[in-house]
Every structure is written in C-alpha cells, then in structure tokens.
C-alpha cells in the first residue's frame, strides 16, 4: 500500500520558517523523481518543488525560488521542503508525492502564514 506521510505544519508569522517533512512508503522511493504541492481553497494542487530521484536536480516555482530547498534521503524514504521567508501568499495545504502521480494523496500539512 502506498502511503504519503505529510507533517510540520503549523501557524507562523511572515518571515519565519517551516520545514515540512514527507514519510513515504510502500514504492521503491529510491526510482521516482518527488515533489511538493500545494493546495489554496477551492483551487487545484499546484507543483511547488520537485527533485530528480537521485536529488541531483531541483526545480522550483517562480514565486518560491530563492526562499524553498526541497531535499530528499532515498536511505529513509524522505523528502523535505525547507521554507523561509514565508509569505501570508503561502498559506496552503502542502502535499508531497511522486511527480505527475494524481493518486495516494496523503492527508496533506496545512501552513498558515499570518501575524
């Protein structure tokens, strides 16, 4: 069973920081390139980040370059989003899975940017 495990969440002024974190199971990780999204209401999933399955290669969202990192260990089955610089405009359900996949979504990490 494939499972996408989301967690750090949580309320921060704009400015801070968040590192979210994704448990991932039930695949071989170690084959798929990942990614975050990330879900604003009554909107669809947009690709935040994503990593080459080897982590060699990064791509980033304009309008979130210079201020997310997503990083990934194929030891674990983990792959993070470092995010600083938050802006109110962050607030969103964030979600991880492999790239292009539209299935096994996970319960998702709500990050609310607000002072």
């Known amino acids: 069973q494939v499972r996408m495990v989301e967690s750090g969440g949580g309320l921060v002024q704009p400015g801070g920081s968040l590192r979210l974190s994704c448990a991932a199971s039930?695949?071989?990780?170690?084959?798929?390139?990942m990614a975050w999204y990330r879900q604003f209401p009554g909107t669809q999933r947009e690709l935040v980040a994503r990593?080459?399955?080897?982590?060699?290669?990064?791509h980033y969202l304009d309008s979130v370059k210079g201020r997310f990192t997503i990083s990934r260990d194929n030891a674990k089955n983990m792959v993070w989003l470092q995010m600083n610089s938050l802006k109110p405009e962050d607030t969103a359900v964030y979600y991880c899975n492999r790239l292009f996949f539209d299935q096994d979504w996970g319960q998702g990490a709500q990050v609310t940017v607000s002072s």
């Open positions: 039930g695949i071989r990780f170690d084959l798929y390139d």
């Open positions: 990593i080459t399955h080897d982590g060699g290669t990064t």
